[in-house]
């Protein structure tokens, strides 16, 4: 590949990357990975505080001083002067000597600013002292102690207490099955000694409920030193272990297209609090396509990340005879994560990966090879993802990445030759950009819209592992899964709907979410031989819906009309079902 054609197409790379996105991958790992049990709660930091409200007596609207002069703020309740008078003082003294303290800002001044002037009456004291406390909670501050302790005030000046609680102490309780110095070592927000910042508590508890196996709620107590308070993290957990079953048709025709899948997800298998997950994929009629998958995801930190996974799996494909594809195909692989950015609302990231995949066959991608003979393929790759998601559940999120393919020679059916076999004129050495968006928005107060995109640029002619494939629920709907595929290529999903509806609550909550679709792909073709078609357009509209039954099953049902023929294909109806049920314990 020359110097000049490479930059040609990375430039159109970049082009691309910002337009395009999606889930229609064509690794094969990705076909039949371990399915992705989301936590039960992300974690809130919703403290009840208790509330005070003014006792009517006929002495709360006594004046006791004509009017309010001077405030005085102090740290603590020591730092108190009963004696003192202050009678020169006018407007806002603070004695608070840490400048970020809140009780030095412009808002709490503007609170007490409001009743410099005013008379000085019971009922007028304990409203300012309620609007400060207010003030506190609405910058994220909510343990703070505000008072006014017994003084003189006949000079117009009080002498305001206002405590923040430090944090004293920080215990994990509860948990049968994780180890609490794993639960304590992942509390990196919250520190000794420092304020207690609901923004900072809620990132802990992110982190911590994390996982689908446990639930990590808070209190708080007094602690051991005035002005402190105890964080106590209270762990509900279960025995680590999920196991799964479900149906969908996402096979290609001569596979079957019915999916039958199994599988168990296993928690903090070897102490670090990652996910070990298996699945088993095999035709309607377990007599087509085998499969198994398996995974294993940990977080050593924020920081870093790790993923590892391979999968095998063999096809005996219904073709009519004497043509006979059976083979087999395997795949090792690896990603590992730098997150310069991790919180609840936003996640950015730097990835590396590695693969290795041997098949000698091309079934399953909808394709046949000219032999049954093995090709080898490593592919090294540098990808960046991102997400931002919003309380009422907006997100958007990208992850694009640049794959590389070494030239021949790894193993001795690493090279053309043994490419040759599964499609013509391909080569271990190719580049190729692969870009993938999706976002969610809600319009007014009673719709939502969502999209979806992907696109792909190659250098060469790729294997069809490796190419951006079309049709499928998770592509163009309408048409059967891998219809067609391109070296290179675009996809775009358009869902819009009303906002999804929702009965219920806890483990009973019920979701159900309604939309009408349109989907358009374009699939390219680099220097296509005889019997490839080297531009092909799909569209595909229809209706769909997504229930979700607590977290026990849920079910996924669109109902396309494809709009174009295609090659091998002529458009019509299509229905695109999947269902799986959980099962075993929940927090």
């Known amino acids: 590949m020359s110097a000049k054609r490479f930059w040609k197409w990375a430039g159109e790379i970049c082009a691309l990357s910002v337009l395009f996105g999606s889930t229609a991958m064509a690794q094969n790992f990705e076909r039949y990975q371990p399915k992705v049990y989301q936590p039960w709660q992300s974690g809130q930091f919703d403290l009840e505080l208790p509330t005070e409200s003014d006792v009517e007596t006929p002495s709360s609207d006594v004046v006791l001083v004509d009017s309010l002069e001077a405030v005085i703020l102090v740290p603590n309740r020591d730092d108190v002067d009963p004696q003192a008078a202050f009678t020169d003082y006018e407007g806002i003294h603070s004695e608070i000597i840490d400048a970020s303290s809140l009780a030095n800002s412009s808002r709490v001044h503007r609170v007490i600013e409001k009743y410099l002037g ?10 300012m002292t309620r609007d400060i406390i207010t003030v506190y ?8 102690d505000v008072m ?13 207490v206002i405590t923040e609680s430090r944090i004293g102490a920080i215990r994990v309780a509860g948990g049968c099955w994780v180890d609490p110095c794993l639960v304590r070592k992942n509390i990196t927000c919250s520190r000794v000694g420092a304020h207690i910042y609901e923004s900072r508590v809620s990132e802990d508890l992110y982190w911590l409920n994390r996982s689908p196996f446990r639930k990590v709620g808070l209190d708080v107590k007094p602690g051991a030193s005035d002005g402190t308070s105890d964080l106590i993290f209270e762990v509900q957990d279960v025995f680590p272990m999920r196991a799964y079953t479900g149906y969908e048709d996402t096979g290609v025709r001569a596979l079957n297209l019915e999916r039958l899948f199994a599988g168990v997800l296993i928690g903090n298998l070897f102490g670090q609090d990652g996910i070990l997950g298996y699945q088993y994929t095999a035709d309607g009629d377990f007599a087509r396509l085998h499969a198994h998958a398996l995974s294993y995801n940990v977080d050593p930190c924020r920081e870093y990340g790790l993923q590892l996974f391979g999968s095998w799996a063999s096809a005996v494909p219904d073709l009519p005879a004497p043509i006979t594809q059976d083979g087999e195909a395997w795949q090792v692989g690896s990603r590992g994560y730098h997150y ?37 393929l490593l592919q090294l790759s540098l990808g960046y993802l991102a997400l931002v998601r919003e309380d009422n559940g907006d997100y958007a999120r990208l992850n694009t990445s640049l794959n590389y393919g070494p030239d021949g020679g790894f193993t001795s059916q690493n090279n053309a030759a043994a490419f040759n076999s599964l499609r013509q004129n391909t080569a271990p050495g190719y580049v190729y950009w692969r870009t993938d968006f999706d976002m969610r928005r809600q319009i007014a107060c009673d719709y939502e819209m969502s999209f979806r995109g ?7 002619r790729l294997l069809f592992s490796q190419t951006i494939g079309f049709g499928g629920y998770d ?3 309408g048409y059967d899964q891998r219809v067609a595929s391109g070296d290179g290529g675009w996809i775009t999903n358009f869902e819009f709907g009303p906002k999804t509806w929702t009965a219920g609550c806890g483990k009973l909550e019920r979701t159900v979410k309604a939309y009408g679709f349109a989907d358009m792909g374009q699939a390219f073709i680099l220097h296509s031989i005889p019997g490839e078609e080297k531009e092909q357009f799909l569209a595909g509209v229809g209706v769909g819906c997504r229930v979700a039954f607590g977290q026990s099953a849920s079910l996924r049902f669109d109902y396309g009309r494809g709009l174009n023929d295609v090659q091998g294909t002529n458009a019509g109806d299509r229905v695109h079902i999947g269902l799986v049920t959980f099962f075993g314990p929940r927090p």
């Open 118 to 127: 005013s008379a000085i009456t019971l009922r007028n004291l304990n409203q």
């Open 137 to 144: 909670e609405r910058c994220g501050q909510p343990i703070v």
């Open 148 to 160: 006014i302790p017994e003084q003189k005030i006949t000079g117009g000046t009080v002498q305001i």
């Open 340 to 376: 310069w950015t991790r919180t609840s609302h936003e996640e950015r990231a730097w990835y590396t990966g590695v693969d290795f995949k041997s098949s000698n066959t091309s079934v399953e991608f909808g394709s046949l090879n000219a032999s049954t003979t093995a090709a080898d």
């Open 454 to 460: 992907a696109g792909q640029i190659s250098s060469d």
């Open 475 to 477: 592509s163009v709907r």
